[in-house]
């Protein structure tokens, strides 16, 4: 009995890779992750593609094949984890990817046992460029593509359940379907506004912030007062001459906004405004002797002009 024991041994370890489990291992939404680890060959398929189905031998054998190497085979039904196809780009079935320490390359040589051994023995996925980082399954486009991919597939579990179990018209189920789309575009575009308005133009500034405390004092000590009006150009031109006398007479005021130090108290702004009063008043006055002798000196070169075709008439009748 023990004899026959040891000449089953050697027969055992010939069939062991055959008793081993070397089917491709099954790869969902959640554990799609555990390639990123490791080398991997990974297979999309669908169960009603034709082309699927006739690869399906290959893809087996191959995984048997890679039992001894550090190659993990795997195969993902995107049937049942549509987001994956999303996520992965699937455009065409199957479509194969050799990830390696999370590096992903599409394969796209040869669809036969050789071809798959080849690509990994011979290290030909060396010659493949690797997918963009930008594009990568792991990436975050990706990863809100894969999102959008799971939204429709609850879309379209609700409109089933709509329509078959509750009943409701297919109009119905499409008319609530776009007010509830039209509504969540809605809050999400008025909330990006709202975050860009509060990161990019921030709070308004008050535009009294920048100016010293001082100087803020001296305006609203002048602010207080009430400028009287002017009327005619030569009053715009009295208030400037009589500005530029108080500012050379009063220097300490002009000092102290420059030099942002303390305001001139308010006995000297009380003086400024008696001499500028002072200076219209005596412009004003200049003003109207000025015109008075320019109306007297008329009315003398009148009379002189009088008094001269006066004397040419007589002197006319005397010669006649």
């Not at 479509?95 to 071809?115: A, C, K």
């Not at 429709?152 to 709509?162: F, M, P």
């Amino acid at each position: 009995m023990f004899f026959s024991q040891i000449h089953l041994l050697p027969i055992l370890i010939l069939f062991l890779p055959t008793l081993i489990s070397s089917e491709p291992l099954r790869l969902t939404d959640k554990t799609w992750k555990d390639m990123l680890c490791g080398q991997w060959m990974v297979e999309f398929y669908a169960p009603w593609c034709p082309s699927c189905q006739h690869f399906t031998p290959i893809w087996n054998d191959f995984a048997k094949a890679m039992t001894s190497k550090e190659v993990k085979v795997a195969a993902v039904d995107i049937n049942d984890y549509p987001s994956l196809s999303g996520r992965f780009r699937i455009s065409v079935l199957p479509t194969i990817y050799y990830v390696r320490d999370g590096v992903f390359r599409q394969f796209n040589g040869e669809r036969s046992l050789n071809g798959l051994k080849n690509y990994i023995e011979f290290q030909e996925w060396q010659r493949t460029e690797p997918v963009s980082r930008y594009f990568a399954p792991d990436s975050i486009p990706m990863s809100m593509i894969s999102s959008l991919f799971d939204i429709s597939v609850l879309v379209k579990d609700a409109y089933t359940v709509l329509l078959e179990q509750y009943g409701w018209p297919a109009w119905l189920i499409y008319i609530v379907f776009s007010i509830g789309i039209i509504l969540i575009g809605f809050i999400l575009g008025f909330g990006f506004l709202m975050i860009i308005d509060y990161c990019l133009t921030g709070t308004p500034k008050d535009e009294f912030d920048d100016i010293p405390d001082d100087s803020r004092d001296v305006e609203d000590s002048d602010e207080g007062d009430t400028p009287k009006p002017l009327k005619t150009k030569t009053k715009a031109k009295q208030i400037t001459s009589a500005t530029t006398l108080i500012t050379s007479s009063t220097p300490q005021r002009t000092t102290a906004l420059n030099t942002k130090t303390r305001p001139s108290p308010p006995v000297e702004i009380q003086d400024d405004e008696a001499l500028l009063d002072e200076v219209l008043t005596g412009d004003q006055d200049d003003d109207d002797v000025d015109s008075e002798e320019m109306n007297a000196s008329d009315v003398a070169q009148g009379t002189d002009e009088d008094d001269q075709t006066t004397s040419k008439g007589k002197w006319r009748c005397s010669q006649e």
